[in-house]
């Protein structure tokens, strides 16, 4: 958005629908667009228009998750060939990154020197990188837990992401962080009284955003090192709005946060009963220079 103004990133494509996923700084857009056939990636640039992104033969579909400073993106294709990660150079030419066996793999960020990182698996889901774009490696999960997922990392290779549990309650989701080059899980913790967490993303600085239940119900946070977890609501005051969830960190601190009408104090449900009609808000929460 500049000067206040709204851009139509894909609405000329004779698509049903589009979606965008993720923008770099140069304002350059991943996405996929809905067509006749299958979910189909795209990267729109701007004054450049929107390009569909090559898919690779055996496959007819596939969506971009992200986008680095020099423009090559990452996320996956799908087809007769089942669901791999791939990433895409600057001109748009698709590159398979490498997968476990038949196993389902969805590259869900990347970083400027060619870092990536995903998910690989089935019935069973296991955070993995690529690093430099090259040899897969697993990331492994916390003890007492089955599944994991990296869904973010830094320039300097931390990881951000979260690992999921077997059963109920409790250890059925956290926030997690993994140092550079994949070394050692740390859980982030949950907010006060809950048993879940998600990370959303991590800065350069090692900031972590997400999501956490907690006895007010679910909460956006943010995690440092110093600072352990905290709920956005009690560092930052918007009068009639509940934070929910924390999307988005950049380098600068600037979150980008979810919420609704309410009442910070108020209790709410939990992740698997939360109003799903309520009017949900969207905006952004830049710290104090």
Do not use: C
């Amino acid at each position: 958005m500049a000067n206040n103004a709204v851009e139509d990133v894909a609405g000329e494509q004779g698509a049903g629908n589009s979606v965008a996923y993720g923008i770099n700084d140069q304002s350059e857009i991943v996405g996929a667009l809905n067509t006749s056939e299958a979910l189909h990636p795209f990267r729109a640039v701007r004054r450049g228009g929107v390009q569909k992104l090559t898919l690779p033969p055996g496959t007819n579909g596939g969506i971009a998750y992200a986008i680095n400073e020099l423009g090559e993106a990452a996320g996956y294709a799908s087809g007769d060939v089942g669901i791999r990660a791939v990433w895409w150079t600057r001109r748009g030419e698709v590159q398979l990154l490498q997968s476990i066996g038949a196993l389902t793999t969805r590259a869900l960020d990347l970083n400027d020197r060619g870092d990536i990182v995903g998910v690989s698996g089935n019935e069973v889901k296991t955070a993995v990188a690529w690093p430099r774009k090259g040899g897969i490696i697993s990331l492994g999960t916390l003890p007492g837990f089955v599944n994991s997922e990296a869904v973010s990392i830094t320039e300097n290779g931390a990881i951000a992401g979260v690992a999921i549990g077997a059963g109920e309650f409790p250890n059925r989701s956290r926030a997690v962080l993994w140092q550079p080059g994949g070394v050692g899980i740390r859980d982030l913790g949950t907010l006060n009284g809950g048993s879940d967490s998600r990370a959303r993303d991590v800065n350069n600085r090692g900031e972590v955003v997400g999501t956490s239940s907690s006895t007010e119900g679910d909460r956006a946070f943010v995690w440092t090192a110093a600072t352990g977890m905290l709920d956005l609501n009690s560092l930052v005051t918007i009068p009639g709005l509940v934070m929910t969830d924390a999307l988005s960190i950049n380098k600068r601190g600037d979150i980008v946060v979810m919420g609704h009408d309410g009442q910070t104090g108020a209790p709410q449900e939990s992740h698997e009963h939360v109003d799903h009609h309520a009017a949900r808000r969207i905006f952004v929460l830049h710290p104090l220079r």
